[in-house]
């Protein structure tokens, strides 16, 4: 299951369909383009707490998944504690492979 879903946000980036980093992943929140953030399990308990409040607020599927770094080297970049799919499809994808 975990390379499956790495695989796919990591093709999800090259689409172009993902924001990483708090602050884009905010915003993409925010401006209602996001359809599922991933926040790494290793975050800490007010990025957490922020993320759960703002995707509760905005109906945004939220899910807790992998390490810093996996997460980052997924979309190629260095390690980041959060992640947006800005695609359904995508989005959908990844929430099924997340709940088997």
Known sequence: MADKVLSMLGMAMRAGKV????FS????VKTGKS??????E????????MFIN????YNVPIYFYSS????G?????????????????FADTIINLMKT
Request: charged share 30%; proline share 0%; with cysteine.
């Open 19 to 22: 924001a990483s980093g708090e």
């Open 25 to 28: 992943v905010e915003k993409s």
């Open 35 to 40: 359809r599922l953030v991933i926040v790494a």
């Open 42 to 49: 290793e975050a800490s308990d007010n990025t957490k707490k």
């Open 54 to 57: 703002m995707c509760t607020y």
């Open 68 to 71: 810093k770094e996996v997460l």
């Open 73 to 89: 080297h997924a979309i190629g970049k260095g390690s980041r504690a959060s992640v947006s799919v800005q695609d359904n499809g």
